[in-house]
């Protein structure tokens, strides 16, 4: 399996509150990405990082914000979270060569 | 814009059978394709890629198979077990686009019955 930690696992929060994701990776990838996946939604890319801070926008990027100051760490920050932000969080790392796309074990957000 | 269907949503095999999983793509301008199997709360973990160049990737009793020209992607599983329950996506990536353009199907939701 690659290495791709995330934390929190779980977390409960409460609606204004700022939550911040983190997801940390061993394999030196290039690439790191923030999805989120919802019934009726499938799997829907919400940022991503191509290096060290450099990030950019995916389909659904409105009301979050990243970070990458490391190879190894992405951030993900809701700044003042919703109830529609409840989801289940993956990160997914790759490289640039043609080896796939990599996940990690998720993150559960409710927000109340 | 790239769409990618899983037909069917869900199916149902009595452990033992042999089964096939399809993945259909509008746009054949691939990179490559991916496979996945998630389980109940649980993340992805990558089963087979295929390059756009390739027929197909084998891995144990999987086998993918990508037919470009008629945007189409199956995945066999021989001689299913009740191990093999858990939800199988497909997953395109773009032709001249990195990982970030990946487009998922939805999944077909597979049980495999004693």
């Known amino acids: 399996d690659a290495g791709i930690t995330q934390s929190p696992r779980h977390k409960v929060t409460e609606t204004g509150t700022p939550v911040t994701l983190r997801c940390h990776q061993t394999?030196?990838?290039?690439?790191m990405y923030w999805y989120r996946q919802d019934p009726g939604h499938g799997l829907r890319l919400i940022h991503y990082?191509?290096?060290?801070?450099?990030?950019d926008k995916g389909e659904v990027s409105d009301g979050y914000s990243v970070s990458r100051s490391k190879t190894e760490d992405f951030l993900l920050t809701l700044e003042s979270a919703t109830s529609s932000q409840t989801s289940v969080y993956f990160c997914?790392?790759?490289?640039?060569?043609?080896?796939?796309?990599?996940f990690g074990p998720g993150t559960r957000l409710t927000v109340l | 814009k790239q769409e990618v269907t899983q037909i069917p949503a869900a199916l149902s095999v009595p452990e033992g059978e042999n089964l096939v999983l399809n993945c259909s793509f509008t746009?054949?301008?691939?990179?490559?394709l991916q496979w996945f199997r998630q389980d109940p709360g649980k993340g992805l973990t990558s089963l087979l890629l295929?390059?756009?160049?390739?027929r197909e990737q084998t891995s144990g009793r999987l086998n993918a198979s990508l037919d470009k020209s008629s945007g189409r992607s199956t995945l066999y599983i021989a001689a299913s077990q009740p191990g093999d329950s858990a939800t199988y996506l497909c997953?395109?990536?773009?032709?001249?686009?990195?990982?970030?353009?990946?487009?998922f199907g939805t999944g077909t939701r597979l049980q495999v019955t004693l």
């Open positions: 997914a790392i790759s490289e640039v060569t043609s080896v796939g796309v990599f």
């Open positions: 394999e030196n990838h290039r690439y």
């Open positions: 990082s191509y290096g060290v801070k450099d990030t």
């Open positions: 746009d054949s301008a691939i990179y490559n």
């Open positions: 295929i390059q756009s160049s390739q």
């Open positions: 997953a395109v990536r773009p032709r001249g686009g990195t990982a970030s353009k990946l487009t």
